[in-house]
């Protein structure tokens, strides 16, 4: 089975690419090596992607891994676009998930609405010996001002996908591996992991 070491420190993103690439031996970094920061400091998802994924295979030293790393972020329309790839920082450099949410559902409001339209972009950053890839994926639905449920992980619990009236949060996990960002980026990161 082929391996791919995946360039995030993310939990959330861990267990859902291992659930989505069950072709293969998916391997985070941080168990191979000691973690080290990266400063993901470009404007867009799929430039901090690429910036993930080089960081890491440069310090695998090894020159046969192929990595993989997902830089994504939810943009809601009322804020115009915001967070968007500052989703992970938007209550400061060490916020946590429940931190980000609040402020975001916060937000919001000031705006005086109680939901907008919103949607999850994953970039997908495919590195080896010598190419470098990537594909994005798009998930739309309403960003709304309370949080619901606990399945998931960061902003699902105040997201409902387009078609649905529950949040990500209290939706089956079958549901979000079929129609999120990430699942349609892999879907098609698959197809380029077989031609590397
Ligand atoms: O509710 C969510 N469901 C998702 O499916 C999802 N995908 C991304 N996000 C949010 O977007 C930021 C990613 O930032 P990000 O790509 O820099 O990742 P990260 O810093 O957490 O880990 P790393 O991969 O960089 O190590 C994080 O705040 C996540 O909460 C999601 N939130
Ligand atoms: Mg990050």
Redesign the pocket.
Known sequence: MKRLVLA???KG?VREIKELCENYEVVPYTDIIEPFEIV?DADTFKE?ALI?ARAVYKALGDEDAVVL??????SVDVLDGAPGIY??RYAGENAS?KD?LYKLIDDIKAKSVTSSPAH?T?AIAIITKDKERTVHGWMYGTAITEARGDG?????PM?IPFGFDKT?GELDNAIKKKL???SKALSLASKVLKVL
């Open positions: 995030t420190s993310n993103k993901e901090n993930k790393a997902d830089d994504s972020g939810i989703s992970a998930d980000n999850y994953a998931g992980f960061g902003y699902d997201f990500l999120s960002h990430r």
